[in-house]
C-alpha cells in the first residue's frame, strides 16, 4: 500500500490482512464492535491496545504496520543491526525516514507526538563519532 498510513488506516488494513471483519477482529483484541468501527473512522486507538495491534501486525510480517503502532507507542522502530556505511543511508534508516515524512504528512496528532519522542533515536545515529553537542 502506497499511501500514507495513520493510526486508522493501519487498523483497517491490519483487520483485513488478518480475513476478519470489525466483529471478529474486535473478539480477538478484546474490545467491543463499536470501538473498532471508532478506531476506523472517528478516533484512533490509543494506550495499551496499540501493544496488541503491533503484536499482531508483527505476527503477519508486517514491518510497515507494526511501526505505525510502535511510533504511536513511543518506541524506535529502525533496525539497530543495518550496516552502517558513511557514504549512503542504510535502507532500514531510509525505509524509518519515509515512514516518519508520511506519519507527518498524516496529521495524525498521536503519530505525531509519537515521532517528535523518537527524534533523539535518529540524532544518537546521525551524529558523527566522537561528536558531544547536539
Known amino acids: ?21 470489525q466483529t ?12 473498532v468501527y471508532r478506531w476506523e473512522t472517528q478516533k484512533p486507538p490509543r494506550g495499551p491496545v496499540l501493544t496488541r495491534l503491533s ?4 505476527s503477519l510480517q508486517r514491518p510497515d504496520l507494526q511501526g505505525v503502532f510502535k511510533l504511536a507507542l513511543g518506541e524506535s522502530v529502525a533496525s ?12 532500514t534508516l531510509q525505509h524509518y ?7 507527518l504528512a498524516s496529521g495524525d496528532a498521536m ?11 535518529f540524532r544518537d545515529r546521525l551524529r558523527p563519532a566522537g561528536h558531544k553537542g547536539r
Open 111 to 121: 503519530a505525531i507526538d509519537a515521532v517528535t519522542r523518537n527524534i533523539d533515536f
Open 80 to 91: 539497530p543491526s543495518a550496516p552502517v556505511d558513511d557514504a549512503e543511508i542504510p535502507p
Open 24 to 35: 471478529l477482529f474486535a473478539r480477538r483484541i478484546g474490545v467491543s464492535t463499536s470501538t
Open 1 to 21: 500500500m502506497n499511501k500514507k498510513k495513520n493510526l486508522q488506516d493501519a487498523v483497517v488494513e491490519l483487520r483485513r490482512a488478518l480475513g476478519l471483519n
Open 55 to 58: 503484536e499482531l501486525s508483527e
Open 97 to 103: 525516514l519515509q515512514m516518519l515524512a508520511e506519519i
